[in-house]
């Protein structure tokens, strides 16, 4: 199992940011997804998931403003990031959205002026 998180950087308040997250070694196609973040000293924070069947759910922090999607053909599941706020900052991770679920290496996000 292999997941790879890319698209972050720098961006300022109001900006946007797509992540995409890359999979491999596993039947994509059947499994829910989901992108959390975490601020170095916090604790993880879910962000957003899909399910197989692309229904989606969003934290309220993000609720409006972000957009998770995947495509099968390409085992990939994106994260769009809009408005983003300063808070949003941080480092964030896709995973298989599972119990114990593997999880990518992290993607570093930064909202500042």
């Known amino acids: 199992v292999q997941l790879v998180a890319s698209g972050g950087g720098l961006v300022q308040p109001g900006g946007s940011l797509r992540l995409s997250c890359a999979a491999s070694?596993?039947?994509?196609?059947?499994?829910?997804m989901s992108w959390a973040r975490q601020v170095p000293g916090k604790g993880l924070e879910w962000v957003s998931g899909?399910?197989?069947?692309?229904?989606?759910l969003y934290a309220d922090t993000v609720k409006g403003r972000f957009t998770i999607s995947r495509d099968n053909a390409k085992n990939t599941v994106d994260l769009q990031m809009n408005s983003l706020k300063p808070e949003d900052t941080a480092i964030y991770y896709c995973a298989i959205w599972a119990p114990g679920g593997r999880r990518s290496q992290g993607t570093q996000v930064t909202v500042s002026s």
């Open positions: 070694g596993f039947i994509f196609r059947t499994s829910a």
């Open positions: 899909i399910y197989s069947t692309g229904s989606t």
